[in-house]
């Protein structure tokens, strides 16, 4: 019990957070005018940054919905609304955890199996599925944005190289999850890797009975990746779900650009959200790296300093602290519910 309440603490989050912060104070101080970014924001229109808010809360609801429609193609049966109570659990974990992008996905699966005694090898298969279509997504968008930039501005050599970089590595990353995900051989030699690598460290350790249950769960795994590949109808709810999904979180942008009363090209949009989103999933940004790429990125794709900065502190604003307010009371919720099912236990 006393672990339990241990993991809800913002103690260490809270100072990671703040450090991040810090970063991006000094990074506004040293390379900022201050003065113009008070300018820019003083004119921000209330109106259209609401719906950016707005926009935001939708994506997450588009989100659950694409889990929702996986875990039912599985038949395991979720309410929308505590599809929605864990996804947003999971996005706290995926803001506040260092990590290469999954602890969304491992978040939720943990605490939804533990809640429900439903099988985590399955809803982890509807987890993971869920995860390939946001890959593939950021790839189409990050394609586009980059074709549309190349083809109408002269964008530099080197930005140029850093996006196809990128670009390399989302495509690299989507197909090393995907043949993981069909191939059982495959995921057993990583978990014997694991296993070796953890006996290594800790000598004392015999690994048997955490053989026997991961490989219980990865063979059922297994089997709900192959039950979805047998039944692709079924995967067309949850795919125009996740693309309404990522519709609704790059409006994010749209409209913070429109607040500030500037007219951005797509293709920028598209370059600077899908390249932070991915360097976000392997594991490059850190508090405060984040912001400051994404204001550099807009400077170099033409972009005036005070407005990049300006529509990166307040993009920020919703999809970093609106989201780590509405995750962290999800959080709380979660755990209260799993403090009076032990009382009733």
Not at 1 to 19: E, G, H
Not at 123 to 150: D, E, R, W, Y
Not at 160 to 168: E, P, S
Not at 291 to 313: D, H, K, Q
């Amino acid at each position: 019990m006393n672990q339990a309440k241990n993991t809800l603490r913002p103690n260490k989050i809270v100072v990671l957070l703040l450090l991040g912060l810090v970063a991006f104070i000094i990074y506004f101080y040293f390379f900022i005018d201050p003065a113009q970014v008070v300018l820019v924001i003083s004119q921000t229109n209330l109106a259209y940054y609401s719906g950016a808010f707005i926009a935001y809360a939708v994506y997450v609801l588009f989100s659950s919905l694409v889990w929702r429609s996986l875990l039912n193609s599985l038949s395991i049966t979720i309410s929308w609304s505590k599809a929605l109570l864990f996804t947003w659990v999971g996005l706290f974990f995926d803001a506040t955890v260092p990590q290469l992008g999954w602890s969304a996905e491992i978040s939720k699966t943990y605490l939804y199996s533990r809640n429900s005694s439903q099988d985590a090898g399955r809803i982890g298969a509807s987890s993971v599925g869920q995860k390939v279509f946001n890959m593939a997504i950021t790839i189409v968008a990050l394609s586009l944005g980059l074709g549309s930039l190349l083809f109408t501005y002269q964008i530099p050599f080197t930005a140029a190289i850093l996006i196809g970089t990128v670009l390399f590595l989302s495509i690299l990353s989507l197909f090393l999850v995907y043949y993981m995900s069909v191939s059982p051989k495959a995921t057993r030699t990583l978990l014997n890797w694991a296993i070796r690598l953890a006996t290594f460290i800790r000598k004392s350790w015999n690994p048997q009975d955490f053989r026997v249950k991961a490989d219980e769960m990865l063979g059922k795994y297994h089997a709900g990746i192959e039950q979805l590949k047998k039944n692709p109808k079924a995967l067309v709810k949850p795919i125009m779900y996740s693309i309404l999904s990522w519709v609704f979180e790059v409006s994010v942008v749209f409209f913070t650009f429109l607040a500030l009363g500037f007219s951005v090209p797509v293709g920028t949009v598209l370059i600077v959200f899908t390249l932070t989103g991915t360097l976000q999933s392997v594991g490059i940004t850190v508090f405060g790296f984040t912001e400051i790429v994404m204001s550099t990125a807009y400077t170099i794709l033409g972009i005036p300093v005070a407005l990049s900065f300006s529509v990166t502190l307040l993009t920020r604003v919703v999809n970093l602290w609106f989201r780590l307010i509405v995750s962290y009371t999800a959080l709380q919720w979660v755990g209260i519910g799993f403090l009076k099912k032990k009382e009733v236990d």
